[in-house]
Nanobody
């Protein structure tokens, strides 16, 4: 099973930018579609974005569309989440997740299918 680790969280002011990265060990990240999720303080975990194995298909939650960009570099075994125009409501612990079911290279799983999770990284946006 793949082990995932997130990095890049931190503290930023409203309107600022941050980039998150998701790394894998145990298996090649290129074998998996990857999702990004977040858990705001006191709330349930919510879907943010997902990217297919090939990187050709991306999906975003409405709340981040136009501000966040997911991408991947399979040669370096890394998936990125670039976040811009951040808002206080983006404050959360951010997680990357993999789905180890079989998918075509350009398919993105349903958000409820992701089943391998990283430990998360904190993103705090001050007002």
């Amino acid at each position: 099973q793949v082990q995932l680790v997130e990095s890049g969280g931190g503290y930023v002011q409203t309107g600022g930018s941050l980039g998150l990265a998701c790394f894998a060990s145990g298996r090649a990240l290129s074998e998996y579609p990857i999702g990004w999720f977040r858990r705001p303080p006191g709330k349930k975990r919510e879907f943010v974005s997902a990217i297919s194995k090939s990187g050709m298909t991306t999906v975003y939650a409405d709340s981040v569309k136009g501000r966040f960009t997911v991408s991947r570099d399979n040669t370096k075994n890394i998936v990125f989440l670039q976040m811009s125009n951040l808002k206080p409501e983006d404050t959360a612990v951010y997680y990357c997740a993999a789905d180890d079911d079989l998918y075509c290279d350009d398919d993105v799983p349903d958000k409820d299918n992701f089943n391998s999770w990283g430990q998360g990284t904190q993103v705090t946006v001050s007002s």
